[in-house]
């Protein structure tokens, strides 16, 4: 949400993670238990948007909701659109244009321990953490990556970020990844 916000207003605003976390807790989505993109998406769009990471930071847990807080939004979407399913080539396309919500297996040993350089290797595809895929590329040997923002702070990975192994032979992408992408509309 935040990519489509700074592409459309020029505006890089940091929105409140924890406002889904403590506020978005009906059908699916249940905190940091984790729910869906889209319906976190429909949540925005309901709810007229979402105020910001100031105004409502981080606690990295569940809480109660804080509708006073909550109700000031800065910024919202108008729709989201999911991108063809084990399908990387439809998110490169899509990633070329904005960043994309992607559902990863961030339980797996080998998401959790990342600390750095392009993830390769063998990574389960049990969806329960979700990523934005921010762009692509290839290291000097050619091995082909996805760069993807976490949301686990700048301890983690390289410096909150990773790079994971792209076009790998099972569709479904590395931990998951190309399984369900969406992405936010203005």
């Not at 998406?41 to 981080?58: A, D, M, Q, R, V």
């Not at 953490?129 to 590329?137: E, K, L, T």
């Not at 983690?156 to 790079?163: D, H, T, V």
Request: with cysteine.
């Amino acid at each position: 949400t935040e990519g489509i916000v700074k592409l459309s207003t020029g505006k890089l605003i940091s929105l409140s993670e924890q406002e889904l976390v403590d506020c978005d807790v009906h059908g699916v989505d249940q905190g940091c238990e984790g729910g869906e993109m889209d319906d976190a998406f429909k949540f925005i769009i309901k709810n007229g948007g979402l105020t910001t990471e100031s105004n409502y930071p981080y606690t990295a847990r569940d809480g109660q909701c804080k509708t006073s807080i909550a109700s000031n939004s800065v910024a919202t979407i108008k729709g989201y659109e999911d991108v063809p399913a084990n399908d990387e080539s439809s998110l490169m396309k899509a990633i070329a244009n904005q960043p994309v919500s992607v559902a990863v297996d961030g339980g797996d040993v080998i998401f959790q321990h990342y600390s750095g350089g392009v993830m390769t290797g063998s990574c389960e595809t049990d969806l329960d953490h979700g990523i934005a895929a921010i762009g692509y590329g290839m290291t000097s040997d050619g091995t082909k990556y996805w760069q993807l923002k976490n949301s686990w702070g700048t301890t983690w990975g390289e410096n909150g970020y990773l790079r994971m192994e792209k076009d790998i032979s099972n569709k479904s992408g590395m931990c998951g990844l190309a399984m369900q992408p969406s992405y936010p509309t203005e």
